[in-house]
């Protein structure tokens, strides 16, 4: 008998398929013609592109839970999660480069793209009986997906381009040789007794590597085609820093009538980036007495993964067989070691309630209680079209920042101004749940997108005073919702934006929700404060709520007039009467003797209180402003009235120092902030007449420390964990930071 689910969800994924070919068909035409920036062309191609790879990301999240319900009794051998890995690395790769808040440039269109020959790979999986596909028939489909989609974008200018794939035996060659020589790094992760100086060190080389592998993949292509420019830049390309280490080739190599890339190393080369990066995620949860067994779990895991790709990268047989291949090795060891054992791991791990985002204890309290405050004054409009242009940097139009950010506002706005934008906020909220009865729970869990809309979720909970637990929904460098060690609820209350335009994160995270097939229902209030009506995304949503409109000449002329803005004006002024005033609880928020002790309850975790994951502070708004108080003191203490240079480490470690700049409004301190992910050149800014802070969760390795420094100087290093082996042995990092500022040790002692 049929599945009744298994015929709708058939059914869903025909449909996601017809809906791929209708907004490729009309994504094609604007290819290889000239698509000036910020013409109707240009917004029309980003757009039909998003609906084009979110058609894919939904088919693959129908085709999975097809799969699934025609296997009730799948065994644990079958790679099913290894797809998912292969799809949120297609997607998550385009979001970094295209659907960002100032979308790179694709100037370049590789005449490689063939729709024809993905669409026929798509067609065959979505037509095809579930059961009857082969394994290395749905390697090849998403392989084919990962070609057509894949992008090389500018780290420090807002270009990119599609790239072209041509198999070449030469270039590949080259990555087996440098696979061969990350095997042999590997191998000098002697066991240790314990973490030492010497093993984080030789940790820190290998994800130096890894971190590099699609950037040594591509200077071996340029070298394939293109020795000539190579040999002009004097041999110094490989050494460039990353993050400009494609601009010199933009112009005069990465044509697609002369340069290509080989499709399996650069597929390779991508996922080997992906998997130290969730290895990135994974010291958190490592304690120091399990170092051992973890690195030499590791070790023989990764060393076999190596081996084994090299053989079947390097194999002559059918083209069938090597797939085959290639995915039970990928299954082996990025299914069974990494998403298990690493990323999964306390998520899925106990049958109990010690996992649920409830279970986080609300141990930190700010101590503010309400005052009336005098709100008799006359609401002005145009006052918010004055804040709309304080999120606004007009020379960076063509940086890829992007030019209206919630971070200017917090950064260059006044008291008042912040706290009449949340009071809006809050009245759109407050007005979108009446009248819905039970659907919304006053504290039901939020959800974020990280960066900033994780800010907002903060800023809209301490104005409130609603206790509603916080996640985070991390696009990049892989797709998941944090904290990794708490199950999804069973439904989100508010969804928080900084701003919408093709919708492609949104569909992201409906897709990734769905896949999960926890939450029972995705049908948040999604707040964004600005609408982009340059883009057209299909549908509507009826749960969206927007403050500004704006399209992209709106940007151009800097006229408020032009500003559209959300009609909840007459209840505005009744409701924000009974709201907290956000900076006189900042300035009333104490940091107690005890919060060392707090720290530790709110991380500690897995069934023997042995693991700890640093992403809990970030499910609340006390915890997450009683932790950057902290550091915030500590700061002020040495830095006095200078400028502050804050460079962060990661997407958290963002959030901490863009809260920082909250306090000192909060204390009238007149010290300047600038906001960084390292430190710039000498010449830049006078950035070296600030006192230079590094902010991160944690220093498991010393690598992101050393990097962001860009062979400078901190003054302050600040961290919630900091490994064992810099307890006594700093000196290593003190050529990168001064004094260091952390709460806890690897080794979950208390002892600072």
Excluded at 648 to 666: C, E, H, N, Q, R
Excluded at 678 to 703: C, M, R, S
Aim: net charge neutral; with cysteine; charged share 25%.
């Amino acid at each position: 008998m049929t599945n009744p689910s298994s015929q709708i969800e058939t059914k869903e994924k025909s449909n996601c398929h017809y809906r791929f070919i209708e907004s490729t068909k009309k994504w094609l035409p604007y290819l290889h013609i000239s698509r000036e920036r910020d013409t109707s062309e240009w917004f029309s191609f980003i757009q039909h592109l998003c609906d084009s790879a979110s058609a894919f990301y939904s088919f693959h999240r129908t085709f999975i839970r097809e799969y699934r319900d025609l296997n009730e009794d799948i065994n644990n051998d079958h790679p099913l999660r290894i797809y998912n890995f292969y799809a949120d690395l297609t997607v998550s790769r385009l979001k970094k480069a295209i659907f960002t808040e100032n979308p790179r440039d694709s100037i370049r269109d590789a005449s490689g793209i063939i729709f024809e020959e993905f669409n026929d790979a798509f067609e065959f999986v979505s037509k095809t009986n579930i059961n009857k596909i082969k394994k290395y028939e749905l390697y090849y489909f998403y392989l084919k997906a990962f070609c057509y989609f894949d992008i090389v974008y500018s780290k420090t200018k807002p270009e990119a381009f599609f790239t072209r794939f041509m198999p070449e035996r030469k270039i590949r060659e080259k990555f087996l040789s440098q696979l061969k020589s990350l095997g042999e790094k590997v191998k000098e992760l002697n066991n240790q007794r314990e973490f030492n100086l010497t093993l984080a060190l030789k940790i820190a080389e290998l994800k130096n590597i890894l971190i590099n592998s699609p950037l040594y993949n591509t200077i071996d292509s340029v070298k394939h085609y293109n020795s000539d420019f190579y040999n002009k830049i004097d041999n110094n390309f490989p050494i460039i820093p990353p993050e400009s280490i494609y601009d010199p080739l933009f112009p005069p190599v990465f044509d697609p009538s002369n340069f290509a890339f080989d499709p399996l190393s650069r597929f390779y080369s991508c996922a080997l980036w992906k998997c130290i990066k969730i290895l990135d995620s994974s010291s958190q949860y490592i304690k120091s007495e399990d170092n051992e067994r973890f690195i030499n779990e590791f070790k023989e895991a990764f060393l076999d993964y190596l081996k084994n790709l090299q053989e079947y990268l390097d194999s002559d047989n059918k083209a069938e067989e090597i797939m085959n291949l290639l995915l039970n090795n990928d299954y082996k060891f990025i299914e069974n070691f990494l998403l298990k054992n690493v990323l999964s791991y306390p998520r899925d791990a106990n049958s109990n309630n010690s996992n649920t985002l409830d279970s986080i204890p609300l141990i930190f309290k700010i101590n503010s209680p309400y005052k009336e405050r005098n709100t008799t004054e006359e609401i002005d409009i145009n006052r918010f079209k004055e804040i709309a242009c304080q999120f606004y940097v007009h020379n960076e139009l063509t940086k890829i920042s992007g030019p209206w950010r919630f971070e200017n506002f917090i950064l260059n706005g006044t008291e008042d101004d912040i706290q009449y934008l949340m009071e809006y906020v809050a009245t759109i909220i407050h007005d979108s749940r009446g009248g819905r009865g039970n659907e919304h729970k006053e504290n039901g869990a939020i959800l974020s997108v990280l960066q900033s809309g994780s800010l907002i979720a903060y800023l809209y909970n301490l104005i409130t005073g609603n206790t509603s637990k916080i996640m985070h929904f991390k696009p990049t460098p892989y797709i998941t919702i944090t904290p990794y060690s708490v199950k999804l609820p069973e439904s989100f209350a508010l969804l928080f934006d900084e701003s919408f335009k093709s919708g492609f994160t949104y569909d992201l995270i409906k897709e990734y929700v769905r896949r999960k097939a926890i939450v029972k229902e995705f049908k948040p209030i999604f707040l964004v404060l600005a609408k982009v009506l340059d883009y057209k995304p299909r549908g509507s949503l009826n749960n969206m709520r927007f403050i500004y409109s704006w399209n992209h000449n709106t940007i151009q002329t800097m006229a408020p007039e032009s500003y559209l803005v959300a009609d909840y004006f007459e209840k505005f002024m009744e409701y924000r009467k009974g709201l907290y005033s956000i900076f006189e609880r900042l300035r009333n928020l104490k940091v107690e003797d005890d919060i060392i002790a707090k720290v530790e309850e709110m991380t500690l975790i897995g069934k023997n209180k042995g693991r700890r994951d640093v992403v809990r502070l970030f499910t609340s708004e006390e915890s997450f402003f009683t932790l950057s108080k902290y550091f915030y003191n500590r700061i002020i203490e040495k830095a006095d009235e200078k400028s502050l240079m804050l460079v962060y480490g990661s997407d958290y470690a963002y959030l901490v120092a863009l809260s920082i700049s909250l306090f000192l409004k909060a204390d009238r301190k007149k010290n300047r902030v600038k906001l960084a992910n390292k430190l710039p050149e000498q010449n830049e800014e006078n950035a070296y007449n600030a006192y230079k802070v590094f902010i991160d969760l944690e220093i498991f390795t010393g690598n992101t420390l050393s990097t962001r420094a860009n062979n400078k100087k901190f003054n302050m290093v600040c961290s919630i964990v900091t490994n064992e082996a810099f307890k006594n042995n700093k000196e290593k990092w003190l050529e990168a930071g001064g004094e260091f500022v952390n709460l806890l040790y690897s080794n979950l002692s208390s002892d600072i």
